[in-house]
């Protein structure tokens, strides 16, 4: 049950960002995009917070789907790729988008929320699961 509600979020927080990238794109509800932005305290910071409540979200999901094939460690490296990936294709396509404009720094203040939201569910689960979680493989 848990797990599929952590799937829910996960889902739904993605076509959220999915939808405010379209929207931005095609210059949908610009004035409502624009309060978001300075609520959050602007691009970079919007930039670092989505990514960072993404990151939140999807560590749960990845580590759930593990079937024990693969370490903790090494889902969390690739699912980190993944997620970089993700933001970087992201960004890359506001390249083609006359109304959009690429930055290096979305993309960096992107990754670090990433980083940010991978290191705080870590010491989250660690502290109060410390028997439950490990990333070293215990032989």
Do not use: C
């Not at 995009?33 to 917070?49: M, N, Q, T, V, Y």
């Not at 409540?53 to 490296?77: H, Q």
């Amino acid at each position: 049950m848990k797990s599929k509600l952590n799937l829910f979020l996960l889902v739904f927080y993605a076509f959220f960002l999915l939808a405010l990238t379209m929207f931005k794109s095609i210059e949908v509800f610009r004035s409502e995009l624009a309060f978001i932005e300075a609520s959050l305290g602007g691009d970079k910071i919007e930039h670092f917070i989505l990514a960072l409540l993404l990151s939140f979200l999807v560590w749960p999901v990845a580590w759930s789907l593990n079937n024990s094939r693969y370490s903790k460690a090494r889902v969390t490296v690739f699912t980190l790729l993944l997620l970089i990936l993700a933001l970087l294709l992201d960004e890359l396509h506001q390249f083609f988008i006359s109304s959009r404009h690429f930055d290096w720094q979305d993309s960096a203040f992107g990754v670090a929320g990433l980083l940010v939201g991978l290191i705080l569910r870590v010491l989250i689960v660690f502290f109060l699961f410390s028997n439950k979680f490990s990333l070293v493989v215990k032989k």
